[in-house]
């Protein structure tokens, strides 16, 4: 008789913090990766806890009951490219997310920036880089982690940390996670080929403010 070995397919524990919304294009992307039949997926969208460091704690401790090789951390409202885990995982990193951008005033003036940091003076500042590249910190928006980091990080890995004593100057539970993950050893990466979309609510005056921002760089480099 011949013995088949089974096919080994990367698990991953796929959790989505939410207060019980999740984009549709979120269930698109879960069931081509279901379908695929290339990885055994867990899917935990855990509902209605906040503030967010404690629902990212609740998916760490709920993560190591589990057998999976990998923690997922997805926002509800970010949508990634749809071979976003196997660009990840074939990566071979401890901590890499895929790009997601944010809008915030950056240099005077509203602008896309990831949420991909490096340190520098006076902080962690945005890193517009290409490709896979290192850097300091990272949004968990979506973001693959190797078992061996959630074990290695200890309880309470996620916390909001402020360190000026009116509270208005600290990390947010993301950034502090880096920062405990980078203390045990681990390195932290972002994959600038994998631009996940990212639903906010914005005003159309600063729509039109970036399209004249992006128009006048494209005309000083044309």
Not at 37 to 46: A, E, Q
Not at 141 to 158: H, N, P, Q, S
């Amino acid at each position: 008789m011949i013995s088949l070995k089974p096919i080994y397919r990367p698990s991953i524990f796929l959790a989505i913090p939410t207060l019980g919304v999740v984009s549709t294009a979120i269930s698109v992307r879960l069931l081509q990766w279901v379908t695929s039949g290339k990885y055994r997926i867990k899917y935990f969208p855990l509902e209605n806890v906040r503030p967010i460091d404690k629902a990212r704690n609740v998916c760490h401790r709920e993560f190591l009951k589990e057998d999976y090789d990998y923690l997922f951390f997805l926002d509800g409202r970010v949508v990634p490219q749809v071979d976003v885990l196997d660009k990840l995982i074939a990566a071979n990193k401890d901590i890499v997310s895929s790009t997601v951008q944010t809008l915030q005033a950056f240099e005077g003036a509203p602008r896309l920036v990831p949420v991909a940091m490096r340190k520098a003076e006076g902080g962690f500042k945005p890193h517009f880089g290409e490709g896979l590249e290192r850097v300091d910190a990272t949004t968990m928006a979506c973001t693959l982690i190797k078992r061996k980091v959630m074990e290695a990080v200890g309880k309470r890995a996620f916390q909001h940390t402020m360190i000026d004593e009116w509270g208005t100057t600290g990390y947010s539970e993301d950034f502090y996670f880096c920062e405990r993950a980078r203390g045990a050893g681990f390195e932290i990466w972002n994959d600038y080929t994998q631009l996940a979309s990212h639903f906010k609510d914005t005003d159309m005056k600063t729509v039109n403010d970036l399209m004249v921002i992006a128009y006048k760089e494209g005309k000083d480099n044309g």
